[in-house]
Each structure stands twice: as structure tokens, then as C-alpha cells.
């Protein structure tokens, strides 16, 4: 498709908005509409699905804009970047349902494009973008969470296949994937160049998965253990024992896009709208209708100013990596602030809400009351997903800042 020129991005930006107002199903326009909440990521068992915002999700992917700038030929939309900002941007306010939520979209995808080969491409990708398959990431093990590369998942050649043996942890979603893909050890002599990445079916005998309750009370994650499972040859991607450079682009990827759902306020507590406006419910307003405790008003409007300031930076860095191929290292930067900010706001959440904002359960609280503390506990994990703060200040020092290793 064309690079549009400004005039042009305005038609462009009247079409996009004109399509979505017409093409939105009149189901999710009903606030108290029924959705089941898992279908907004797809996958198999929605095959055949009426639900509408599976609807919404075909609608929008058969546009191609699940996945707005990737190549046509794989079905994606083949925008410009700022074609798919323009789609962004009028999704947002409308108000209108994400399409499609995807790990395949966001971290599996990218690395597909750079290391797949043309089959693996063909395959999976038009699948990612319409939300036929939806994926999980098998990464961490009990041994090795941030000494990733000590992983001990074993994947033997066996001629015409692959024979994996092995358990990871936390697992997100696992239990409800459809694919996954998964680093293994492909050599027990070398530790980052023994490394192998391939993709597995979930349905694939000897997969079993075991969801971890949280203290939060939910269960995204899961224990997953593969005895005996075998893999097709064809499921590799990239080489073999070349699959560390691949999980270390992959990793870029899921920064970034972790990083995006705390800026947009998609992260601890952020659907609980404005923070300001929320403590003024619970602590009241002075004379000249400001929150009442001038502290936590300071404390509030910092975390807003550095909210808004990390999106925005955000914005930029994802500019930036369309136009020079991909995340640099300064995804970490931003995972670490947008952890950091994240976990402030749910603090700040539950002190403003007072003992309001300490339920568990019972008919004394009322709606986002008995969110509070639940996000809370949740925004703990913040800081360890998509790489700890402390592996990620490494990763700076190095690789941004280019500090020598301490001796």
C-alpha cells in the first residue's frame, strides 16, 4: 500500500472511521452486553462461534488490521506506521472492543517474519491474524527464570522428529492455548549455544498443564510438563542450538508490548479510570474542589505526569522500531519505568480507597472496591513478567549504556 501523504491520511483516517462505525456489532454497543471474556483471544474452541465479539474479531481481521502492518501476503493489512496509527487511534475513541488480544500478535509473530521460514510463515501467521490459534510462551523452568539459558527442557533428535522432556513454569494461559512456542535444550554441553526454539501443538500427547492459583486469587499461569512429546522437524524455527538469539528478540517484543498495556493504563488498575477522580470519591475535596489530602494529590499527579510521559515515550519507541526493524534494547528502559508506575498506582489505589479498598468479598464493598486489593496483589508480578527489574537494569547497563561487566 502506499505511504500517504498528509491530505491523503485524512481521507484515510475518515475511511477507517467510517468503516468501524458501520462494520461494529451492535451487541457490544450494550455495556451490560454478554461476552464471554475469553474470546477476545481467539483459538479454537471459538471455531464456529457466534459470539460477537468473535464477530468483531473476524470483521476486523479479514481488514487485516489484527496485525495492521504486517505484509498482505499473510494477511495482515500492510499498512504504513502511520496508517496503523491512524486505525489505533480511532479504535480508541470509539470506544471499541479490542479485536483480537494475542501472543502470537505481539511476541510470536515478529520473530516468525526475521527467523521463519517461508512455510512457517504460510502456515502460522494468516492463522495469528485471524485469531484461529491462540498461543502460550514456554520460557521459564523451576531452575531457570532469570538465568533463562540454564534451562534444562531436553529435545532430542529422534530422525524424523523431536522428542521434548521437560517442565516449565508460569506459563501464561497455558491451560487454554491451543500452540506454543518453547525453548528447549538442544545441547547439554554448551549453555546460551545449546538452545533450540520450536513450536508445539498443546493437543500433542504427553502435554499436560496445571493452572497456579495466585494469592490474588485468579489462575494465568500454569506448571506445564512434556513427557515423550513429539514434535514434527518442520516445528524449528531458525537453527539448531541458534535459539537464544531468537528468544532474545522474542523477549524485545514482549518488553515492548507489556510496556504498552501499563502505559495505556491497561496495566495495575488502570480500568479503574481516572486516579484523581476516584480519591476525591473516597477522601473528599477541599474548598477549591482539588482532593482534599494535598500529599496524595501530589503523589497522584506524579504518577499521571510519569504515566502520561511513559506513553508517549512509548509511542515513539514503537515509531521507531517499525522504521528500523524491530525493538532495540531500550525496551527495557521502558519495562522497568512502566513496572515501577504501574505498581505506584496500585498503591495509591488502595490507600485513597482506605479500608474501602481492603475487600475480599461480601455485599459491604461494591464494584471496583473488590478489584482494589486484588490488582494490588497482582501488580507484584509487574515486576518479574517479561523479565525481572533487576535483569532488565542489567540489560540497560550493558546494552544501552555500554558498562563493562563487574569484576
Request: charged share 25%.
Amino acid at each position: 500500500m502506499a505511504d500517504f501523504g498528509g491530505g491523503d491520511l485524512d481521507t484515510f483516517r475518515s475511511d477507517v472511521r467510517a468503516w468501524l462505525e458501520a462494520e461494529y456489532p451492535a451487541e457490544l454497543r450494550d455495556p451490560s452486553a454478554k461476552v464471554d471474556p475469553e474470546a477476545m483471544w481467539g483459538g479454537r474452541r471459538f471455531e464456529g462461534s457466534n459470539d460477537p465479539q468473535i464477530a468483531w474479531m473476524r470483521k476486523v481481521a479479514r481488514k487485516g488490521w489484527t496485525a495492521p502492518t504486517w505484509p498482505a501476503e499473510y494477511g495482515g493489512g500492510g499498512l504504513t506506521p502511520a496508517q496503523a496509527r491512524i486505525v489505533e487511534q480511532e479504535m480508541a475513541a470509539g470506544r471499541y472492543r479490542t479485536p483480537l488480544a494475542s501472543f502470537g500478535v505481539w511476541m510470536l509473530g515478529p520473530v516468525l517474519m526475521e527467523y521463519g521460514n517461508e512455510a512457517q510463515k504460510q502456515e502460522h501467521l494468516p492463522k495469528i491474524i485471524n485469531g484461529e490459534i491462540r498461543w502460550c510462551q514456554g520460557y521459564s523452568e523451576p531452575g531457570a527464570g532469570s538465568d533463562l539459558a540454564s534451562l534444562q527442557t531436553r529435545c532430542e533428535d529422534k530422525g524424523d522428529h523431536w522428542l521434548i522432556n521437560g517442565q516449565k513454569i508460569w506459563t501464561s494461559y497455558a491451560d487454554k492455548a491451543d500452540w506454543c512456542f518453547c525453548l528447549v535444550r538442544t545441547d547439554t554441553t554448551k549453555k546460551h549455544e545449546g538452545v533450540s526454539f520450536v513450536l508445539i501443538d498443546m493437543r500433542t500427547p504427553g502435554v499436560e498443564t496445571r493452572p497456579i492459583q495466585l494469592i490474588s486469587g485468579e489462575s494465568p499461569f500454569c506448571e506445564t510438563f512434556f513427557t515423550d512429546v513429539k514434535v514434527p522437524k518442520e516445528n524449528l524455527v531458525g537453527k539448531v542450538n541458534g535459539g537464544w538469539e531468537i528468544a532474545k528478540r522474542l523477549l524485545q517484543y514482549e518488553r515492548q508490548n507489556i510496556s504498552g498495556g501499563f502505559g495505556g493504563g491497561g496495566g495495575a488498575g488502570g480500568a479503574a479510570g481516572d486516579l484523581g477522580q476516584l480519591a476525591k470519591t473516597y477522601v473528599g475535596a477541599d474548598e477549591s474542589g482539588a482532593l482534599a489530602d494535598s500529599d496524595l494529590r501530589q503523589r497522584i499527579t506524579l504518577n499521571k505526569m510519569n504515566m502520561q510521559c511513559l506513553g508517549l515515550t512509548i509511542a515513539r519507541s514503537a515509531a521507531e522500531s517499525k522504521a528500523g526493524g524491530g525493538p532495540s534494547a531500550a525496551v527495557s528502559i521502558i519495562k522497568y519505568a512502566a513496572a515501577t508506575f504501574a505498581q505506584e498506582r496500585s498503591e495509591l489505589m488502595v490507600e485513597a480507597m482506605g479500608h474501602q479498598g481492603l475487600g475480599w468479598e461480601g455485599d459491604d464493598y461494591k464494584g471496583g472496591e473488590l478489584l482494589a486489593v486484588r490488582g494490588w496483589l497482582r501488580s507484584k508480578g509487574n515486576s518479574i513478567e517479561g523479565g525481572t527489574s533487576e535483569v532488565n537494569l542489567n540489560v540497560i547497563s550493558k546494552r544501552v549504556l555500554g558498562l563493562p561487566d563487574p569484576k
